[in-house]
């Protein structure tokens, strides 16, 4: 089992950038790989981006496509989310989560068995 949390939410003008971070305890984190979700008010929980066990293999949602990049630390047991020109449309809860299949990026959320209890980003007009 693994433990995570989230953190480096916040507000922020459009056009600006945060960086989110994962911290993950518990079962070897290299063991996991790793996604960042969202959930906006009203909304289903969506695919942002994905890492695979080593960072080699990586993959985004389109809408994040160039704006966001995907990192992990496996020393530091913690994955990154650095996102870049802001949008408001990019308000949302975040959130991390762990898959025990740590070659295999996914963007499904069910593929999913570990998450964090999220952190909210708004991004202001």
């Known amino acids: 089992q693994v433990q995570l949390v989230e953190s480096g939410g916040g507000l922020v003008q459009a056009g600006g950038s945060l960086r989110l971070s994962c911290a993950a305890s518990?079962?070897?984190?290299?063991?996991?790989?790793l996604g960042w979700f969202r959930q906006a008010p009203g909304k289903e929980r969506d695919f942002v981006a994905a890492i695979s066990w080593s960072g080699g293999s990586t993959y985004y949602a389109d809408s994040v496509k160039g704006r966001f990049t995907i990192s992990r630390d496996n020393a530091k047991n913690t994955v990154y989310l650095q996102m870049n020109s802001l949008k408001p449309d990019d308000t949302a809860v975040y959130y991390c989560a762990a898959k025990p299949t740590p070659r295999v990026v996914s963007t499904i959320r069910s593929m999913y068995d570990y998450w964090g209890q999220g952190t909210q980003v708004t991004v202001s007009s």
């Open positions: 518990g079962r070897t984190f290299s063991s996991y790989a």
